[in-house]
């Protein structure tokens, strides 16, 4: 039988967020990347404490080569991401701006940074993460205490990426988006809002952090409720736990495998049902078992990716294909 890939099947784009030291350091790493996937995202090389490393410097190395190395292999990049509570860097955090100084210091990083990579990297998620569970304005943030209008400001953020790059496809993206109705209806208000006010916002990311016992019905009922805003839909950081307990002697043996597979089929299925201008990419977090960030940066044993530590297509990988 002729085999296809991610990549030659969907007519979406494939990403994987991937890391330059894996590409630069391991062949059969970069290999799958370039077998499989039309699309990268940096796991944190375009993240804002990545590139503005002081007030008065910014870092391009690791962003520059990811851009590159999409050019010289005709992938697209997805830029993750401009605005996020979690990655201001620190410095920006103990400078203790007013909301003014704040608001123009990240002006001037939206436009560098966007400007710089205009017409290469095609999509930007503007903003990241900015409502709780349930809803509520996330309160880790310094944004809430800085500006009275929260949104507001997000929403001056897409204005200052659009004014770099006219072409680029802009994001808003949040985890449990499907999963979690108070969430969704916060987004789904800052969407009408944005759209009343002419925010130029083309697309919502929901990460996909899930897990293979995540509730289906739930999920599908929450996703075709995001895609009621007409906006491009992300599948953004996909990936499906199947150690659930987070047990130290979990065994993902063949019953859990075809349970991760179809899981996977599932949403693949679900996609493939938004109308085709809402079809955006699917981007996996990560592209092999073997470097998870919920092994690597929550350290427990997990296996929810398509490829195994070997870069063997697991059934997670079939059952992707099939939903396509
Ligand atoms: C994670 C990366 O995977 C880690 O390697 C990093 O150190 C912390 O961030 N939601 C997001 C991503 O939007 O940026 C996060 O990435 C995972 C959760």
Same mark, same amino acid.
């Given at each position: 039988p002729i085999t296809q890939t991610l990549k030659e099947k969907a007519k979406f784009k494939i990403g994987a967020a991937v890391k330059m030291k894996d590409l630069q350091n391991e062949a059969n790493y970069k290999n799958a990347v370039l077998k499989h996937y039309n699309q990268i995202t940096g796991e944190f090389e375009m993240k804002?404490?990545?590139?503005?490393?002081?007030?008065?410097?910014?870092?391009?190395?690791?962003?520059?080569?990811?851009?590159?190395?999409?050019?010289d292999n005709?992938?697209?990049?997805h830029g993750h991401t401009l605005v996020w509570y979690d990655s201001f860097p620190e410095w920006f955090k103990n400078a203790k701006y007013d909301s003014i100084a704040f608001e123009a210091k990240v002006k001037v990083y939206i436009t560098d940074v966007v400007g710089r990579y205009k017409g290469r990297v095609k999509s930007w998620d503007v903003v990241n993460e900015v409502f709780a569970d349930g809803g509520a304005m996330r309160n880790e943030t310094v944004i809430n205490s800085l500006f009275k209008d929260p949104i507001g400001f997000y929403g001056r953020c897409f204005r200052y990426a659009k004014a770099a790059d006219p072409d680029a496809k802009l994001f808003y993206n949040d985890y449990s988006v499907v999963?979690?109705?108070?969430k969704r209806a916060a987004i789904k208000k800052m969407v009408t809002r944005f759209k009343a006010n002419g925010v130029p916002i083309d697309g919502l990311g929901d990460q996909f952090h899930y897990a293979t016992d995540t509730n289906r019905q739930t999920m599908k009922t929450g996703f075709t409720?995001?895609?009621?805003?007409?906006?491009?839909?992300h599948i953004s950081e996909l990936d499906i736990k199947v150690n659930t307990g987070k047990s130290d002697s979990y065994v993902f043996n063949d019953t859990e495998a075809q349970k991760q597979a179809e899981t996977y089929k599932y949403i693949t299925t679900m996609y493939e049902e938004l109308p085709q201008a809402q079809k955006f990419a699917? %981007?996996? /977090?990560?592209?092999?078992?073997?470097?998870?960030? #919920?092994? %690597?940066? /929550?350290?427990?044993?997990?296996?929810?990716?398509? #490829?195994?530590?070997?870069?063997?297509?697991?059934?997670?990988?079939?059952?992707?294909?099939?939903?396509?």
């Open positions: 804002m404490a990545s590139i503005w490393t002081s007030a008065t410097a910014y870092n391009y190395t690791a962003a520059d080569y990811l851009v590159s190395f999409a050019k005709n992938m697209e990049v999963i979690d109705g108070g409720d995001m895609a009621s805003t007409g906006l491009l839909i699917i %981007s996996t /977090w990560g592209v092999t078992d073997k470097y998870t960030w #919920l092994t %690597s940066f /929550w350290h427990y044993k997990e296996y929810p990716l398509l #490829l195994d530590a070997d870069y063997n297509k697991k059934p997670a990988y079939q059952g992707f294909l099939d939903g396509l």
